[in-house]
């Protein structure tokens, strides 16, 4: 739909890009429908991202990733994923990618690291992030969770919500308080398996979109986690959340962005082909200016995107940086949402009508990974200090 040249890929890019359009195309678009009814997608799905390489791409190649530090490859997966429509493909394979895979990599141990990242690259391994708790959305420093130091090996305990990827999860970097008395200084960040005794999981929500993605609470009592299992050192976790969450709001951004483009290039479709007083909707000059709005927004967005991302591969990117841009693209996904319903007609509120998923799945992006309104108060800070 594009108008204006993207000039940040080079060839190895589009090649790339091709290839995983084809995986889509075959392997994650026919089962879309499939998985919304089951409420997650199938694992046999991550074993076939890890077998076409799409998994972990920039875990280094000893422990069996291709050591793509390029984030370019990583945005171009992302995009390929939104442009399908598929949301919930679309929100929990990137999180394992980009968002879980950097606190092992960034601050495992090499014990967890040899452990964990091969079967997070082969898709053995599924993972998930655990902050949120039912007390402690945005405001993480308020999170209940408790690990006690006990000589060789910590004992988890706490309850965790809205957990993307929960239900699949093997294994889950959480968030936990080592010392309360010390408030945001006092979290420190644990890796936890599926083979931990104690760690368990809830039913799948019944959430109002993203049917193909499991969310649910994680449990954890009394779990011994064992001391190689910490990442980086006790007390620093919510300065490593803060220095992640950078890329996880970027990641946020694209996706959102993508799943708009899907969501106009499904009404463009729709318009020229629905008639009306003898004509298309199309042709109709309020649809073709509607369409032309989003589409610059869109153009607009894409550029912008594409900025963060160079800047992203040169570290650049920071907190409010990614929180404007996390910010913008989901208010403009729920923006081309609405319209794009409403060019619908009633036809936009029936299920079976890719754009009307669409419109469900839109709304939770302005809520997860911080709330808009906590990007807002990010970008002030940033502008106002």
Not at 226 to 233: D, Q, S, T
Not at 310 to 326: F, T
Not at 335 to 349: M, P, R
Request: charged content about 25%.
């Amino acid at each position: 739909m594009f108008f204006t040249p993207r000039i940040i890929f080079d060839e190895e890019h589009l090649l790339f890009r091709q290839s995983v359009k084809e995986f889509v195309k075959r392997e994650i678009t026919p089962n879309n429908a499939q998985w919304e009814q089951q409420k997650m997608v199938s694992r046999e799905s991550w074993k076939k991202l890890g077998e076409n390489g799409f998994l972990c791409m920039q875990a280094p190649e000893r422990y069996g990733g291709l050591a793509l530090e390029d984030f370019r490859f990583n945005a171009l997966f992302i995009e390929e994923l939104g442009l399908s429509g598929c949301s919930g493909p679309a929100i929990g394979y990137p999180l394992h990618n980009d968002i879980v895979l950097p606190y092992i990599l960034h601050y495992g141990s090499e014990e967890a690291k040899i452990k964990y990242i091969p079967k997070m690259v082969s898709g053995d391994y599924i993972s998930a992030i655990a902050m949120t708790e039912p007390g402690a959305g945005s405001d993480l420093q308020n999170i209940k969770s408790r690990a006690i130091d006990q000589g060789g090996y910590y004992t988890l305990s706490g309850t965790k919500t809205f957990i993307t990827n929960g239900y699949l999860s093997d294994v889950v970097v959480v968030a936990a308080k080592t010392d309360p008395s010390k408030g945001a200084r006092g979290i420190s960040l644990f890796v936890v398996d599926k083979e931990m005794q104690g760690f368990t999981k809830g039913v799948p929500f019944k959430k109002v979109g993203l049917h193909a993605q499991d969310t649910c609470e994680l449990f954890f009592e009394e779990v011994k986690v064992p001391k190689k299992n910490l990442l980086g050192e006790p007390g620093r976790g919510f300065t490593y959340l803060m220095t992640e969450l950078a890329q996880e709001r970027l990641v946020v951004a694209l996706a959102a962005l993508a799943l708009a483009e899907f969501m106009i290039n499904e009404t463009i479709k729709y318009v020229k082909r629905r008639p009306a007083f003898g004509k298309t909707v199309a042709d109709f000059q309020n649809t073709r200016f509607k369409l032309a709005e989003l589409a610059a927004k869109i153009e607009q967005a894409r550029i912008y995107c594409d900025q963060l991302v160079m800047l992203h591969n040169e570290k650049k990117v920071d907190s409010a940086m990614a929180s404007a841009a996390k910010y913008l693209m989901t208010e403009l996904q729920c923006e081309v949402a609405d319209e794009c319903v409403q060019l619908h007609g009633g036809y936009g509120y029936m299920w079976d009508y890719p754009v009307a998923r669409a419109y469900a799945d839109a709304r939770v992006q302005r809520i997860y990974a911080g709330t808009n309104e906590i990007m807002k108060e990010l970008i002030a800070r940033k502008i106002l200090k």
